[in-house]
């Protein structure tokens, strides 16, 4: 079944062209290299791997709460909205809801893909075109895993939300190299893992860990991949430059922010829209969200030196100017640690599973 048939509103079938600008850059210096970059590259081929075999797919998914997160995470429980629905009506939210949400997340590293792939070409450095190369086969598996779980385990499909697809677009569009840099790897990727790290943390269904803990382990690279590379030029860069790039980032923060409040649910749904909106603002879960989501972006974008007037003030604005504080290194360490220990249990599991099926046979035979 294609999946045009399973997106809850109607999608394009033809693509979606964003045009782009810019040059290719070749260059002639083959032997010098940041050794930090050059160590992250060696990291990155050395931390391949293969999502049909490293997932346990037989995993089974309730699609009406993929997650397995409680009631109370939902933003409109405790609200006359959510009282006076039935139960069929709050297992087709669930349903939407999840839908949604792992849909941002698959149309997100299909932006990666392509944003990467941009960056292999555009970055004037050997050093960051290798890298560069490694997260593109990186996004690559991402979408490959995600399309998977969305098409399987949910069935339903749900369109780029457009404050993604813009921002996609700006990314792509500009003509200097280090936009789509600060687009992706710094705002899209920073706000991916922390959303990843929130479900990850909080779910109780071995599959949803399993996949964010593994993509997590990725996109922590990413992430500082982008520091590496934009901390270098941004020093650089006049007064003028810097600005322009502080208003990227103030935009492109406000667009990330909305990106994530599930408007386009409660319109699919035929909900009270604007009510459930500030049912959503006023959320004390989505005030906890709105803040995990900006952990890992406002530490990056002080580090990288993107640290003006305008952009504290929207931080402030937001209530996330504090995440400046966070330990960007001590939260990618953490990412690391998880996905080995997900691998650990998961092993240990099958090997006492294993285990297990020896001994019944052992007394089997025993017994005969």
């Not at 997932?55 to 995470?73: K, M, Q, Y």
């Not at 829209?273 to 002080?302: A, G, K």
């Not at 690391?336 to 599973?353: N, S």
Request: hydrophobic fraction near 40%; aromatic fraction near 10%; proline fraction near 3%.
């Amino acid at each position: 079944m294609s999946s045009h048939d399973l997106y809850a509103t109607p999608v394009p079938t033809d693509t979606w062209n964003v045009p782009m600008a810019g040059d290719t850059r070749f260059t002639w210096e083959y032997d010098e290299g940041r050794d930090r970059l050059l160590n992250l590259y060696q990291k990155g081929k050395d931390k391949q791997w293969d999502a049909q075999k490293r997932i346990d797919w037989d995993l089974e998914v309730d699609p009406i709460n993929i997650a397995g997160l409680p009631e109370n995470f939902n933003p409109l429980f405790g609200s006359d909205i959510w009282d006076k629905m039935g139960q069929k009506e709050k297992d087709e939210f669930g349903r939407h809801q999840g839908s949604w949400l792992f849909s941002q997340f698959l149309h997100g590293e299909q932006g990666a893909l392509n944003v990467s792939a941009r960056i292999v070409q555009t970055v004037p450095d050997l050093d960051s075109k290798f890298y560069a190369a490694t997260q593109t086969m990186d996004e690559a598996r991402h979408v490959e895993l995600y399309a998977k779980f969305v098409h399987e385990k949910i069935g339903m499909y749900y369109p780029i939300n457009q404050d993604l697809a813009k921002l996609l677009a700006e990314s792509l569009e500009d003509s200097r190299w280090d936009l789509p840099y600060l687009g992706m790897q710094v705002l899209i990727e920073g706000l991916a893992l922390a959303a990843f790290g929130l479900y990850r943390d909080m779910s109780t269904n071995p599959l949803v860990k399993q996949l964010l803990a593994y993509v997590m382990q990725d996109e922590a690279r990413h992430v500082a991949f982008g520091r590496l590379a934009l901390k270098d030029y941004y020093a650089e860069l006049t007064d003028k430059e810097r600005a322009e790039r502080e208003e990227f980032v103030v935009e492109g923060c406000y667009l990330m922010r909305d990106r994530f409040k599930g408007r386009e649910v409660f319109e699919q749904l035929d909900m009270p829209v604007e009510r459930c909106m500030e049912y959503v603002d006023n959320s004390d879960m989505y005030t906890l969200y709105q803040s995990l989501l900006f952990s890992r972006i406002v530490p990056c974008v002080r580090d990288v030196g993107l640290w003006g007037d305008k952009v504290q003030a929207a931080y402030e604005d937001m209530g996330v100017l504090d995440n400046a504080k966070a330990d960007l290194e001590a939260l990618m360490r953490q990412d690391e640690e998880i996905a080995e220990k997900v691998d650990e249990e998961r092993y240990a599991t099958e090997l006492a599973a294993r285990k297990g099926e020896v001994d019944e046979a052992i007394s089997l035979g025993a017994a005969e």
